[in-house]
């Protein structure tokens, strides 16, 4: 996302389906407060989906960058208007956690609206204590 737009276009065609499906899983860690790999991944699931300009606060810095351009904020509105299109964010369900050291892995099942759930990969890395979305496929 640091790199700018181009970045920004591939990322949304590349992760189109896998972004909504993480939306769903993140309204259930938006409730808490915790610091755990699970928490931190459904948090970024929910607010990717509601197109809120926070989901970049829990990027990983490589993936964050200095600052969040137009474009970035742009991009999730545009996936927060995509999801609300297709009925919202239904559900969430962490189905899977590996934790290594500062990596973990978090396997999500999405449902957005009447579709049929998607199962999701969260990639984290913990930064300073806290951890931060890497990855997602």
Do not use: H, Q
């Not at 737009?5 to 389906?17: A, G």
């Not at 939306?23 to 790999?37: D, K, L, Y």
């Amino acid at each position: 996302i640091s790199a700018g737009f181009p970045v920004l276009k591939e990322f949304i065609m590349k992760k189109y389906l896998i972004l909504f499906s993480l939306i769903v899983a993140f309204i259930f860690a938006a409730c808490g407060t915790s610091n755990n790999p699970e928490s931190v991944a459904v948090s970024y699931v929910e607010k990717l989906a509601a197109g809120d300009e926070s989901t970049l606060d829990l990027l990983s810095k490589e993936n964050r960058g200095e600052k969040y351009d137009e474009a970035g904020k742009a991009m999730l509105k545009a996936i927060g208007d995509e999801v609300t299109k297709k009925g919202g964010l239904k559900s969430v369900t962490v189905k899977d956690t590996k934790i290594e050291g500062d990596n973990a892995t978090v396997v999500l099942e999405v449902k957005i609206g009447e579709e049929k759930p998607d199962e999701s990969t969260i990639k984290l890395i913990k930064e300073d204590g806290n951890w931060k979305v890497k990855e997602m496929r």
